[in-house]
């Protein structure tokens, strides 16, 4: 007689407190060094990235590790921690490389093993914050099927995110996955114009560049297919911290805006419409936190986990951030006030690891339903 099939494990959507006083140590950090003006003013200058800030965020915190075993020097903590940063960043919206380097290059790297080789050793560099990494992979790529944008150590792989402040690029051919070193002279980085002045993007060439082997083909694409993974699962974290950011401040918005002597808010056209964004927040929540639970539980429904949050929070984080501009009115279209910053990440995001539609088609396979 077969035994009975074991239920599947109930997710954990709640906040430890352990996760809560990470969430607190961040947020302070990011009020301090990245309120609105500061990176408003940043997105102008050409030059986004606060080198002191990732340096207290990665090394002072120890946010960079937070994937990362102790035995690499990392924090050996997991997913649902990761999730925590990813929301304090998306409510803030700081240009840091933590989602490309902390996550998916972090990811990548540890799908390779253990030991002692050259991927350890950039693991290690990687969870003190001493150095950043990026997967030359264009921003879109879903996780599913990615394949090599290169045959060999030798082209140009365009809308690489975070690739002007990498340190390292992981870079996966048809030969292997290869660690090359941004300094190198045959490497070009050439920033391109994104809607998303808060994440730069650029197109990365190689020419002639030696890189350093760090597995063969087939266990390359495995492990770009799981930093991929765990990237689009944790970019919900961080639309969801967006999503939340922009329903907080325009409901207190129009509390304050008063019209025919009474608040915006007060009026039922716009209760309803804040009404059901705090709904689709709260849902959001929940898929995001499941996606991150699944990651960090390491069960076989993770893939199905992240494809129902990337399905879900894209789109609810561009419209929340749709809301925040038009219900902000006349301010919410200046320059000087940051919902725009909010509503180019959004839909930046939207776009990330995968779009909405392409992960409804993953759900649909996965869960063997019918196409939509």
């Known amino acids: 007689m077969t ?8 997710p954990d959507l709640l906040y430890s407190q352990d996760e809560e006083d990470l969430r607190s140590a961040v947020r302070a950090l990011l009020a301090d060094r990245a309120a609105a003006p500061a990176v408003i003013a940043a997105t102008e200058s050409g030059t986004p990235y606060d080198p002191q800030l990732w340096a207290s965020l990665a090394g002072g915190i120890g ?30 919206v700081a240009p840091a490389p933590y989602l490309t380097s902390s996550v998916v290059a ?3 790297l540890l799908a390779l093993g253990g030991g002692d080789g050259p ?22 790529t879903p996780p599913a099927g990615p394949g090599a944008p290169l045959g060999s150590l030798d082209g140009t792989v365009r809308g690489v ?72 699962g944790l970019l919900a974290s961080e639309q969801l911290g967006l999503a939340e950011w922009c329903l907080t401040e325009t409901v ?30 709260v849902s959001a929540r ?20 992240v494809a129902v949050a990337q ?6 984080a561009v419209h929340a951030a749709e809301e925040c501009v038009q219900l902000h009115g006349g301010i919410g279209m200046t320059w000087e006030h940051p919902a725009h910053l909010y509503l180019k990440r959004a839909k930046a995001d939207s776009l990330a690891y995968g779009t909405a539609g392409s992960h409804r088609r993953a759900v649909a396979e996965l869960a063997e339903l019918p196409a939509p």
């Not at 898929?287 to 893939?303: I, K, M, Q, V, Y």
């Open 119 to 140: 991927a350890a050793a950039l693991l290690r560099e990687l969870a003190s914050g001493a150095r950043t990494a990026v997967l030359a992979v264009p921003f879109a």
């Open 252 to 281: 207190r918005y129009t509390r304050e805006r008063h019209q025919f002597n009474r608040p915006v808010g007060s009026f039922q056209a716009l209760k309803h419409r804040m009404a059901q964004l705090w709904l689709e927040v």
């Open 106 to 108: 972090t990811e990548t």
């Open 3 to 10: 035994a009975p099939a074991q239920p599947a494990a109930t």
């Open 161 to 232: 995110a975070d690739a002007q402040a990498a340190d390292v690029l992981l870079v996966p051919t048809a030969e292997g996955l290869y660690a090359v070193e941004a300094s190198d002279p045959g490497v070009t980085v050439e920033p391109l114009v994104p809607l998303d002045l808060t994440r730069p993007l650029a197109a990365v060439t190689l020419n002639g560049t030696a890189g350093t082997p760090l597995a063969d083909a087939a266990a390359g694409a495995a492990a770009v297919r799981r930093g991929l993974l765990a990237g689009a």
């Open 63 to 92: 946010a960079a590790g937070l994937l990362v075993p102790e035995e690499f020097g990392g924090q050996g903590a997991s997913h649902r921690e990761a999730a925590v940063v990813l929301e304090e960043l998306g409510r803030s």
């Open 311 to 316: 399905a879900y929070c894209s789109g609810v």
């Open 286 to 305: 929940a898929a995001a936190r499941n996606a991150a639970d699944a990651l960090a539980t390491g069960g076989s429904d993770a893939p199905l986990a």
